[in-house]
């Protein structure tokens, strides 16, 4: 079999890697140089070696503001989770009505991030806001600028608001790939609601389960646009999560160098976390598979 | 365990339904014996799922009544009514062992943990499951599935009837004929009342006692495979049963003197003076090549199919099939036909009817 070998066919991925150069290599790579320099302006650098990376580290602000985003990702996953199934089950399965539901329930995730924060910033004002206005008049004290708590709600409350609908359609649509014989066969059986729940609807949703536990995980983990709007990470720093730190270092401060780091550091987190999740759900997966 | 009785039973998808085309299933009466083997044979979109979906309950029929023992269960839910159902694709809980998956319906009812586990036993070993029995069901062949959601059914000692809605469509061939074949035997030592949904005839004619045969939305014959194949009581059983289906050649008929083309034939049975459209239907099998005895016949070509070989052939402007034993030889010059009178049907707008001195001639229906 005398084959050509003909290399020439590497040329033809030439406008992909430029593109993906320009794009994500290139830019990355200046993060990596300014991360290891340090500069005072007129576009001078000193190296510093790791210098950034070690006072990072050893920094109470960054770490309250990786704490902070933990516990943010892990109760709107909490939420959002159970609650989209919920939704999800009991969608009306077809005709007008479905359809219907379908555009309600994708109308939150067509809002642009600024309009939400923007949204709930009105929703809730304790003058004027109909949230804020209602809660006051019911004697309850909510006022999301001042108060830490009232301002996690409220964070909380838009992110729920904002994103469940995710987690909703992706479980409709596993739910809806159910053939109706089970659901026949389980009346045979005279299986409890819970039962097909348990044994039918929740292992067929469980691929779709794990991409929404996975989406939402990492883009509440890198969050920023909505609470920027909402609280600009106030009170104090009660709602400053990693992202707004970031940006407040590197452009409110200009510290370029010790930016830069953290957004490597920050990035290698999600990175590790995503990819701890995904190989742990999949191992788990295997796992049923062979047993 | 119970016979199943259909009392002018018809279903339509149609909220309001009027003319005859809007039923799915037109009016059936009939009465499944108890433990007897039923096939509902028909092509796809006949209405042999939704006459099934009306036994089980899944569906509420339009109008009718069905019966188990003398019990009315129109009314009653797929639950009470006590039946199981083999589904087209296995129906299996994935995420429990095949062991779980058996006891489900037990302990859905409350059964006993000892009574459970005694009749789990014994049904797996029935159906050849006891290797099986720890294994997670998701990893399965598709045969073991289909075994499992069979044992679920047959794990109740008190289910009326089994049904099964064409259960071996995702099944590899070779497992077909020995899932069958079990099948068959299950039958036979425990006496369940069976209908076996199929749009294959070999699976219902090897399967069933009787098979009742469907089409466009109607039953148009019941009958033992024999009765099928030699007294097609519609036009469309004849074409159905049979592989290749029956010949049909339009003729006229007085008496016992058919005219085809420019022959006539003497008939076995007298038919009258009967008025519509007449056609002549005979088998393959009972057609015979000649050389230069009776009708005249032109040669398309030849197939041959194992046993037999088939021949094409154009008879008065109508293609026809015959059969002819493996054995003989076809020559050139055989160039005629005999049609064997006695195997000979006569169809009248594609129903088949009596001649007078017909001896028995069973099932037809109009």
Known sequence: MGKTVNQRAWFLVIPVLILVAFSSIIPMMTVVNYSFQDTFGGNEFFWVGLEWYRELLHSERLWDAFGRQLLFSFIILLIEVPLGILVALSMPKKGMAASICLVLMSLPLLIPYNVVGTIWQVFGRPDIG??????????????????????????????????????????????????????????????????????IELPKMRGVLMIAVLLRFMDSFMIYTEP???????????????????????????????????????????????????????????????? | MASVTLEN???????????????????????????????????????????????????????????????????????????????????VYDTMTVEQNLAFPLRNRRMEASYVAERVARIAKMIGLEADLKKKARGLTSDLKQKISLARGMVRDDVNAILFDEPLTVIDPHMKWELRTQLKSLHREFGHTMIYVTHDQTEALTFAEKVVVMHEGRVVQIGTPKELFETPAHSFVGYFIGSPGMNFIPVTVAGNIIQMGDRTIHLAHDYGTPSGELKLGIRPEFVRLTKGDGLPIRINRVQDAGRHKFVNATLFDTEINIAVDEGCEIEADMTSVNLDAEKISIFCDDWRIDGKSAGHVEGSAT
């Not at chain 1, 970031?246 to 990819?275: C, E, H, N, R, T």
């Not at chain 2, 499944?32 to 939704?50: N, V």
Request: with cysteine; glycine share 8%.
């Open chain 1, 130 to 199: 109909l949230l804020g206005r209602t809660l006051s008049d019911l004697g309850i004290s909510y006022n999301y600028s001042q108060n830490a708590f009232d301002a996690w709600a409220t964070v909380i409350a838009m992110d729920v608001w904002h994103w469940t609908s995710l987690v909703a359609l992706l479980c409709y649509a596993g739910l809806r790939s159910i053939p109706n014989a089970y659901y026949q066969a389980a009346m045979i059986d005279q299986a409890s609601r819970w039962s097909v729940f348990r044994y």
């Open chain 1, 228 to 291: 920027f709007v909402l609280t600009g990470g106030g009170p104090g720093n009660a709602t400053t999560f990693l992202s707004i730190d970031l940006v407040k270092m590197a452009l409110g401060q200009f510290d370029l160098g010790p930016a830069a780091a953290f957004s490597l550091m920050y990035f290698l987190v999600i990175l590790l976390i995503s990819y701890v999740f995904y190989t742990v759900m999949i191992s788990a997966d295997k796992d049923e598979e062979r047993s």
């Open chain 2, 9 to 91: 039973l018809a279903h339509s998808y149609r909220p309001n339904p009027g003319e005859d085309n809007d039923f799915a299933l037109k009016e059936v009466n009939y009465t499944w014996e108890d433990g007897r083997a039923y096939a509902l044979l028909g092509p796809s979109g006949c209405g042999k799922t939704t006459l099934l979906n009306l036994i089980s309950g899944l569906l509420t029929p339009t109008h009718g009544r069905v019966l188990f023992g003398d019990e009315d269960v129109t009314a009653s839910s797929t639950a009470d009514r006590n039946i199981a159902q083999v589904f087209q694709f296995p129906v």
